[in-house]
């Protein structure tokens, strides 16, 4: 067998959590533990501490936080907000994802054939079979699938099945078979995350210049195969840029849309409304990050401040908007 060289991520932020607001807490946690495997990190409620004036959210005693996470990892989390009696209406309400904003959760998977069969039985159907993409070379050719799951959250399903040695596919199995692994229920914690945005450039200035990621893969899509996973029209053209941090998961998959019209989600995409609101980083310096955050353009949602981050424990964050975008960036402060 060729031996496929490891590679290492560069420098910079991965996504520490997706972060996002539920309609039934317990469905979620049956969705996002029960069939996707992850743990129960931290569950507690935060009706009366910090959580509330970093997400500018009106008094009430009934909110819960959850983290979720693989083994501990930093990188890839899921937190869950229930708002309780302020929550909101749910921030996805159009079918599809011709819309900017967050769009969706990606998974690695042992066996997504397998996997889509279980999730299908649990009412969590599939928009189409298991497609194969064949991307250039220098990609590969991994089989994804996408399922709608709670609370209007998108779920791309991802195998990495086919890649020639030196690809980005033989690299990532590599490196998941290797070094990481799947859990009981067959997946990884999220390893990309995709951001559709109006100003590509922008977007990208922001996640290079204030969060120090560096560009993975930059292609346009436009295959039959890929648009009708996507669901766009046939012929639609899309340019996407993967956004690396620090380890090999935590991506962020920015999508820019070449000529095609899209809703804007992201100025309803704020809590206390249900569904995916924001992206959080961990960095090294807050004040720093900050800096370059706003010499990109990024508007300040939240001034930093001190609490007890649910999973990291007392630090500092902030919130801003992404100056290409609009999507809720939020900062937090961890030297380690």
Known sequence: MTEVPRIVAPEG????AALIGVEDLQRSLDFYCGRLGLQVLVRRPFGSDALQTLWQLPPGPDAEVVVLAERGCLTGRIVLFDFGRRRGPRIRTVKGQRFYGLVNLNFYSNSISARTRELA??????WTPPIQHAMDAAVGAPT?????????IIVNLVELTEGAPGSRIAHMRTYVRDEFGYNAAGFTPVVTTQH????????????REALGMGVLIDAELHRDELNDFMQYPRGSRTRSVFM????????????????????????????????YFALSFRVRDLRAALAAARATGAATFSEPIELDYPGLGPTRAAVVRNPGGGALQELVEWPQ
């Open 121 to 126: 039985a649990a009412g969590y159907e599939a």
């Open 13 to 16: 932020s991965a996504l520490h």
């Open 196 to 207: 559709c945005v109006p100003d590509l450039e922008r977007s990208m200035r922001f996640y």
């Open 244 to 275: 690396q941090g620090n380890h090999m998961f935590g991506k962020v998959a920015l999508n820019h849309p070449l000529d095609q019209t899209f809703i804007d989600l992201a100025p309803v995409a704020k809590p206390p409304r249900s569904g």
């Open 144 to 152: 994804e699938v996408m399922i709608d799951g709670p609370d209007g």
